[in-house]
């Protein structure tokens, strides 16, 4: 695997994504994908994730982050593409900010 094809998302998931299992579910959908990173609530009601690995891997994370579990109600997903940098080893929930 090339770092060239490798990538770092950064996403904020507007809705209602608390107390529904959300962060739950993102980690779940990136150990599947083989990412590694971090999702932790804001206190604003937001979701907010960092994750790396293949960009097809991110991307495919990506859509999984606009449906969200069966509780979950997505109004909106901000996101941005940054470099890889290699820093996770393993994809973790952390605390509130």
Not at 77 to 89: D, N, R, Y
């Amino acid at each position: 695997m090339a770092d060239e094809n490798k990538s770092r998302l950064h996403a904020r998931v507007i809705g209602r994504v608390q107390g529904v299992s959300f962060r739950y579910f993102v980690v779940e959908q990136a150990e599947s994908l083989d990412l590694y990173g971090w999702v932790r609530n804001r206190w604003d009601g937001s979701v907010e994730m960092t994750a790396e690995g293949m960009r097809q891997s991110l991307e495919t994370l990506l859509q999984a982050l606009r449906e969200g579990p069966p509780m979950a109600r997505v109004a909106n997903v901000e996101f941005e593409w940054l470099p890889f940098s290699g820093e996770f080893t393993s994809f973790q929930v952390r605390g509130t900010v």
